[in-house]
């Protein structure tokens, strides 16, 4: 079996549906349930005798060692964390404890069940990192791609912490040959996103005939990957990945913000016409994130080359999909985006 952290969460619960749908090895999932963990993205997996749930922090070192020596899997997956830029701006303690602290403690809970195994298993196991492609900074308009060769230049708490993790997980390899993967990859989007991500935030204000709020002039350039392809590389790279190293993994999709935005209103005018007008009318630009990383491009020909991985979706088919989901799963929406949610909202748009 494998363990995956954080598997209730917008990646890590689209790994989990995926992984099961793709074989039969079990899977035991633990993730704290913060507001970005929902137990309903895990819904039609509940008796699946494939899955396991356990609600827990990974800060909990000792349990976590105890689920270890139970359940010994094969490999951990390793998604849990904050994951939001603007709540890392608005309050970075969290992203401190539970991006470095809890892959710390879960670095040392693996390292210590690790160590105890018998030599078989102990060259199959595999501790597979989840990071960020903004661990490196920020790019120029004519800078080349992050490579994994490329120095780290975090910028925000949120990259800052990940490339705390990022390091230790390095380090975990390097001094006590704990069989590491990293995985370094851009902006993911699809369905089960939680509505504070710039795609869910826009389709919900734009069905809704609230404004789009884009942060400056809108000209910050992101590379976009469809969350499924997202897994199957993970799945690949934990397969066939080398201990030790690192895979970047993009969609080669490098696009605007307002680009993206118009394109999501051109979709929902399409699939869900407004009486009152195209949706572009509701484009509002509000004032910029405080440090906010100009550009992001991924140069994955390492992880294409070494382990033949390719996204299949482009942006077009990855965004129809994505709305139609959206368009199709409005419960889902309207159950997470009551209460604390609101609050997050007023907090980080009241201002500006
Ligand atoms: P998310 O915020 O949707 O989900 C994070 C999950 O981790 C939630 O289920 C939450 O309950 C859980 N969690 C948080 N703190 C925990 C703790 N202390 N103990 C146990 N569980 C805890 O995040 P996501 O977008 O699914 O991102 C998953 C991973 O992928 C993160 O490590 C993130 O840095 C990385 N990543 C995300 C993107 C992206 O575009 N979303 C891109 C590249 C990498
Ligand atoms: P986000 O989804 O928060 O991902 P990240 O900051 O990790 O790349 O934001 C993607 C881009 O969209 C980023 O440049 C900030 C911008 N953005 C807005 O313009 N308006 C918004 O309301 C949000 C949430 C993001």
Do not use: C, D, I
């Given at each position: 079996m494998i363990l995956v952290t954080g598997g209730a969460g917008f990646i890590g619960a689209n790994f989990v549906l995926d992984w099961l749908a793709h074989g039969d090895e079990p899977v035991l999932n633990l993730d704290?349930?913060?507001?970005?963990?929902?137990?309903e993205n895990l819904a039609s997996i509940e008796n699946h005798p494939g899955h396991r749930f356990v609600r827990l922090d990974i800060c909990e070192r000792d349990t976590v060692l105890g689920l270890l020596r139970e359940h010994r899997p094969r490999a951990i997956v390793h998604f849990a964390a904050e994951s939001h830029v603007d709540r890392s701006i608005h309050g970075p303690a969290a992203f401190i404890r539970t991006n470095i602290e809890g892959s710390f403690s879960l670095l040392e809970a693996a390292r210590e069940h690790w160590g105890a195994l018998p030599e078989a298993e102990k060259a199959a196991f595999r501790f597979l990192h989840v990071s960020t492609d903004e661990v490196y900074g920020s790019l120029g308009p004519a800078d080349p791609a992050f490579a994994e060769t490329t120095p780290y230049q975090p910028n925000s708490p949120y990259s800052a912490s990940k490339a705390a993790s990022d390091h230790l997980v390095r380090a975990w390899h390097h001094t006590y040959g704990l069989p590491t993967l990293t995985t370094n990859c851009s902006n993911n989007y699809g369905p089960?996103?939680?509505?504070?991500?710039l795609i869910p935030l826009m389709i919900g204000n734009a069905l809704a005939g609230k404004p789009l709020p884009v942060y400056g002039d809108g000209l910050n350039v992101r590379d976009w990957l469809y969350v499924g392809d997202h897994c199957a590389a993970i799945r690949r790279v934990l397969q066939a990945g080398r201990p030790g190293e690192t895979y970047n993994i993009g969609g080669n999709q490098e696009m605007t913000n307002i680009a993206v935005v118009r394109e999501l209103c051109r979709l929902l005018d399409e699939l869900r016409p407004d009486p009152a007008g195209?949706?572009?009318?509701l484009i509002t630009h509000v004032r910029d994130r405080p440090g906010h990383d100009r550009r992001y491009a991924i140069d994955a020909r390492k992880i294409a080359g070494e382990l033949g991985w390719q996204p299949a979706e482009t942006f077009a088919s990855g965004l129809r999909r994505t709305v139609a989901w959206y368009l199709d799963n409005p419960g889902w929406v309207e159950r997470i985006t009551s209460g604390r949610y609101t609050e997050w909202i007023s907090r980080n748009y009241g201002a500006r």
């Open positions: 704290l349930l913060t507001y970005a963990g929902n137990l089960l996103q939680f509505p504070e991500k195209p949706r572009s009318r």
